[in-house]
């Protein structure tokens, strides 16, 4: 969701830096890329912050999430192309899910404001995995509730730590470019820009 429906990174680069200083962690561009990018809240904070019992790391979640959606509400746009890119797809019948490893208030909130949920009647968030990206288990519970075998699916990532969770779990990966460079997605089967001009038929011709 993050990188691929919005280009959202950008304000979780604010709000995560903002609030990390706020408790005495002021991080690099290679910490960000390196312990955070891609990751549950709960994987990243212990990354940053050390082992925390279950309340602090709920309350430090909710703090940094709320703080991102305050910041970002008023610029929250879809990524270029990606509307009519969903709507090509539902009018080929072409099942779609959201795996992702934000909150749920999270989904909601961009959902809501670029009226894209219409599109995904399947979403697993951060609340369906027990191991967060890179590890695979995201992308398999996500094939799995669309009834398709992992190799039957495609991935569109913006993450490193996302791409491994794809590949890792058999699927086609495609990235875009909203986080990381096209050189850094190498290890993916397509990299794009945005969803501008984008078609789903061609796209799985390339990649099957």
Not at 172 to 195: A, M, N, P, Q, W
Request: hydrophobic share 35%; proline share 5%; with cysteine.
């Amino acid at each position: 969701m993050d990188g691929v429906i919005i280009d959202s990174n950008p304000f979780h680069k604010i709000s995560l830096k903002q609030f990390c200083k706020k408790y005495g962690y002021d991080l690099t561009e290679e910490q960000l890329r390196e312990k955070i990018y891609g990751r549950t809240n709960k994987d990243w904070i212990v990354n940053v912050f050390g082992p925390l019992d279950e309340q602090k790391l709920r309350a430090y979640a909710d703090e940094k999430e709320a703080l991102f959606r305050e910041i970002y509400k008023n610029d929250i746009k879809p990524v270029d192309g990606l509307v009519a890119f969903l709507q090509k797809l539902e009018a080929l019948g072409l099942p779609r899910a959201i795996a992702t490893s934000a909150p749920r208030a999270n989904v909601d909130f961009t959902l809501s404001k670029t009226g894209t949920g219409k599109y995904f009647p399947v979403i697993l968030d951060e609340s369906f995995v027990s191991k967060g990206k890179p590890d695979p288990e995201i992308y398999l519970r996500t094939a799995a509730a669309l009834k398709f075998e992992p190799a039957n699916c495609i991935v569109f990532e913006d993450s490193l730590s996302g791409v491994k969770a794809g590949k890792s779990a058999g699927c086609k990966v495609v990235g875009i470019t909203t986080t990381h460079t096209r050189e850094e997605l190498h290890e993916t089967d397509l990299v794009i820009d945005d969803f501008t001009n984008l078609d789903p038929q061609e796209l799985i011709k390339k990649l099957f």
